[in-house]
C-alpha cells in the first residue's frame, strides 16, 4: 500500500530526498514514519510525524540533519537526508499507522528504498 521513491547512491555530506505515497487502500489520514535497516542490524525509527502534521519525532542519531514533512490532508511523505554518513547506509522503509504514539509497530509498511552513502 506504501510505495516508496528516491534512493540512491551519494558521497558522504551529500543530500537524497526520500518520498512515500500510499497506493490506495488506507481509509483516513494516518501518522506516518521512516525507518531503516542496515545488514546485521535491527530495524530502527528514523522519523516520524502525526496525521496532522503538527508533531514530528526524529532519532538522535539524525536530529539537526533529515527533516521529515507530508503533504496536507494526504498519506504522502517526504524524508529530506542532508550532510549523509556512511553509518546512514540502509534499507528505509516508510509506514504508516493511525497514531504518532504507535510508529514503532505501524500497521502498513513499505517495500523499501536502498541509501548507500559511500566515496
Known amino acids: 500500500k506504501l510505495v516508496e521513491s528516491g ?6 555530506g551529500g543530500s537524497l530526498r526520500l518520498s512515500c505515497t500510499d497506493a490506495g487502500g488506507i481509509r483516513g489520514l ?5 525507518h531503516r535497516q ?11 510525524i502525526s496525521a496532522g502534521g503538527v508533531t514530528t519525532n526524529y532519532a538522535d542519531s539524525v536530529k539537526g540533519r533529515f527533516t521529515i514533512s507530508r503533504e496536507n490532508g494526504k498519506n ?14 540502509a ?3 516508510c509506514s504508516a499507522t493511525p497514531t504518532i504514539a504507535n510508529m514503532r509497530n505501524p500497521t502498513y509498511w ?9 566515496s
Open 7 to 12: 534512493g540512491g547512491l551519494v558521497q558522504p
Open 30 to 34: 494516518y501518522a506516518m514514519g521512516w
Open 38 to 48: 542496515a545488514p546485521g542490524q535491527q530495524r530502527e525509527l528514523v522519523a516520524a
Open 76 to 89: 504522502t511523505v517526504s524524508l529530506q537526508m542532508n550532510s549523509l554518513k556512511p553509518e546512514d547506509t
Open 91 to 93: 534499507a528505509y522503509y
Open 110 to 118: 513499505g517495500q523499501g528504498t536502498q541509501v548507500t552513502v559511500s
